[in-house]
Structures are given as structure tokens and as C-alpha cells.
């Protein structure tokens, strides 16, 4: 058999040096690694760029397995199969065969697109790791794949520029970000006369500011200066699902548009964890548990069961947990916030979420006021040497 099958990329690699590195380290360490992350992260181009540098330590090679095309979870093992190049024994289970074809054999698998086929792919990868002990698999999900075993690794957005008065931004500068230098080169094949100027350095800063540094999302961003400049694109992200619609026709119908890329998720979901992520939208800054529990539960959710599906999000990657200070605190990207505050107005929802996350929030603010006022007394002293009052701890005389 050849050395693999892996997939020509058309278009440039941007950036990533820290996470292959890093993609690369886990491969050493486990059997099985999923890379997951939200839609149009760049978990497949990620783990076709790590596939292409691991040829050398794999002598019977690297092999591509994409699941994106099917509709039926039992056709996992014969798409994986027909990419390894195995064929059907009589008598046996494609699994089987699969199994024993590749039992001798030292190479990486790399399976895509594992979310809609979950349970079929877990099964079929318990199989060949209990089977095939040279074999290693590197997935692509949106959610683990909860095999035993498995290694995950959440695959982050793109470095954006940071905040920064107009005046401190210059292309210098922002082409240090791999965000940055993702639209340029994208648009620059959109439209070869694409100019990027100290001009236009906020306005672009800004649109990946506003994607969450999500690649698919700038690169349908940067599809749209064949049409509209940098700033007008800046200025209508706020539609953003109707703008960035403008992704190739070769590629896979939910990689289209970014909505189609939110769709895939949003249809994967139980009716009660669509329902948790739509009223989580009223967030706009992020959330603790305790405030998910009082503005998301009611309506066909018990304040119980969100214990169980706020987690449920995380693992589908459509909601970030975040440690701060020993406390996890959650949040949304902004794309999925607006695309989640668009299903919870569809539902008819938004002006019940709307009024529990009002009321909360001002129960919450009646029950610190006192304490905050207690606090401003003990801390509220006279500097007689600044004839100021002063905030802090009470002088010493020191």
C-alpha cells in the first residue's frame, strides 16, 4: 500500500506553530488524540498539517479517513476501510477485517468529522486500539469521542489583536496576529489588488476581534472584499450570518456559510441542550453556574438538569468553561451567542430569559449591597496629612 491518502490542501497554512508543536507532543503520549473545538476552528486543516509531519515516524503510513458524508453511523468502519485501502473477508465483519488487516501494521489514522457519527466512531476506534497495537488515531470532533483511552484537546481560535486606540494600530504591528494574516491572504486571493493599509489596520483588527478568531469565519470575511471594503465589512458584522455567505462551492454545504456551520451544531443537539444554549445567549459577559441555574431553568428544564447539560455543552464545544480565581466561569463566543439570541427569539423565549437574568441580577445586586456599603465604611478614613478622603485601612499612625 502507498504511504497515504492524505488530502492535497489548495490554500495556504497560517500560523499554528504552538499548537502543532503541541498536537504533536500528545501524539507521543497516547493512542488516541481528538482534537475538538466549535465549528470552523480549523480542527481538520490542524490535524492534516500535524498528519503530513508525522509520515516519517509511521512506516506504513498516514491515512485520511473523512466521516463528514455519512448519514448512517454503520457505514463508519466501511468509509474507513475503503481509505485504508481494506478489503471485505468473507465471513467476517467489516470491523473484523479491518481489524486483522491492520494488526501488523505501524501507522496514524486520522478520522474526520467524528460529531454526528459519535458512538459508531468510538466503537470502531475501541476496536482497532484493542487490536492493533501500532495503530494510532488522531479524530476531529466537535465533542470527545469517549473512547477509553482517548486524549482530548480542545483546538483554540486564532491570536486577535488586542484593544487599542486607533492611533497604536499599523499593519506592522497586527501582522504579528495569525488572525491577521489569515484575511490578507484570503483576500488577496479573493481579489489580487487588495490593498491592507494603516488605513484600514483598525477596521481589520476589529473584524477579528468580532470572529472570535474563528478561521472559517475570517476567511468568509476576507471572500468579501471582492465586493465591500474593510471597513464596510467591519461595520456589518453585526449581520454577520447573512454577509459571510460567501465560502467555496467544493466544499462540504456546512463550511459554505457560517450559519450552515452553526446549523451542523445546533441540529447534533437535544431539544433540552438547544434549549439551554438559547437562553444562555441573554449572557453577554459570561456567567457562573449559579446564575445559569436561575436564568435557564423553567420552561421544560429543571434547575437540576442543568448540572447535567451546561457540562454537555462544553463537551459539544458551543460553550467555553474557563477557571478564574478557583471558580469556572463560562461564556460564549460571540458568533454562537448571536446565532443562539436568534433561535431564543425564534422560540419565543427571549422575554421570559430576558426577565429572570434581570431578575437574578438584581436580587444578586440587593443581597452585595449591604455588605459593599459595610465595606466602604470600614475602608472610608480622613488623611488629615492630604486633607482627602481616603479609601484603604484605617491609619495606624504609623
Known amino acids: ?21 503541541e498536537v504533536k507532543h500528545l501524539l507521543t503520549t497516547t493512542r488516541l488524540l481528538t482534537l475538538t473545538g466549535a465549528g470552523g476552528c480549523g480542527k481538520t486543516r490542524l490535524a492534516l498539517q500535524v498528519a503530513t509531519a508525522e509520515q516519517g515516524p509511521h512506516p506504513d503510513g498516514v491515512w485520511f479517513g473523512e466521516l463528514a458524508g455519512l448519514e448512517d453511523p454503520a457505514l463508519v468502519p466501511q468509509a474507513v476501510a475503503a481509505a485504508v485501502g481494506a478489503r ?26 467524528c460529531e454526528h457519527v459519535v458512538g459508531a466512531a468510538a466503537q470502531l476506534v475501541d476496536a482497532l486500539l484493542r487490536g492493533c497495537p501500532g495503530v494510532r488515531i488522531l479524530a476531529t470532533s466537535r465533542e470527545p469521542l469517549g473512547s ?17 486606540a486607533v492611533g497604536d494600530l499599523d499593519l ?7 488572525t491577521v494574516r489569515l484575511f490578507i491572504d484570503r ?22 476581534r468580532r470572529l472570535d478568531g474563528i478561521p472559517l469565519a475570517i476567511e468568509l470575511a476576507a471572500a468579501r472584499v471582492r465586493a465591500f471594503s474593510v471597513e464596510q465589512i467591519a461595520a456589518r458584522l453585526d449581520d454577520r450570518f447573512r454577509l459571510l455567505t460567501a465560502g467555496q462551492r467544493t466544499a462540504t454545504p456546512r463550511q459554505q456559510t457560517l450559519r450552515a ?4 451544531s445546533y441540529m447534533l443537539l437535544s431539544d433540552p441542550e438547544r434549549a439551554l444554549l438559547r437562553r444562555l445567549s441573554v449572557f453577554a459577559g459570561g456567567w457562573d453556574f449559579e446564575a445559569a441555574e436561575a436564568v435557564a431553568a423553567g420552561d421544560g428544564i429543571h434547575t437540576h438538569a442543568v448540572l447535567d447539560l451546561l457540562p454537555q455543552l462544553v463537551d459539544k464545544s458551543l460553550v467555553i468553561a474557563e477557571e478564574q480565581r478557583g471558580a469556572v466561569r463560562y461564556r460564549l463566543l460571540e458568533t454562537i451567542r448571536q446565532y443562539a ?12 430569559t430576558r426577565d429572570r437574568h434581570l431578575t437574578y441580577f438584581v436580587q444578586l445586586a440587593e443581597l452585595a449591597e449591604p455588605k459593599l456599603r459595610d465595606r466602604r465604611k470600614a475602608c472610608f478614613w480622613f488623611d488629615w496629612r492630604k486633607s482627602t478622603p481616603t479609601c484603604g485601612l484605617p491609619w495606624s499612625g504609623a
Do not use: K
Request: net charge negative; hydrophobic share 45%.
Open 88 to 113: 471485505e473477508v468473507p465471513g467476517s465483519t467489516v470491523t473484523d477485517g479491518l481489524v486483522g488487516y491492520l494488526r501488523s501494521r505501524t501507522l496514524l489514522l486520522v478520522l474526520d468529522n
Open 172 to 178: 506592522e504591528y497586527l501582522t504579528q496576529y495569525e
Open 261 to 264: 456551520t452553526v446549523d451542523w
Open 1 to 21: 500500500m502507498s504511504a497515504d491518502n492524505l488530502p492535497l490542501q489548495l490554500t495556504s497554512f497560517i500560523g499554528r506553530e504552538r499548537e502543532i508543536d
Open 148 to 164: 477509553a483511552g482517548e486524549t482530548t484537546w480542545r483546538v483554540p481560535s486564532l491570536a486577535v489583536p488586542p484593544h487599542a
Open 341 to 352: 439570541r436568534d433561535r431564543l427569539l425564534e422560540a419565543g423565549e427571549a422575554e421570559r
Open 187 to 208: 483576500a488577496l486571493a479573493a481579489l489580487p489588488t487588495f490593498v491592507v493599509a494603516n488605513q484600514n489596520a483598525a477596521a481589520l483588527a476589529e473584524i477579528c
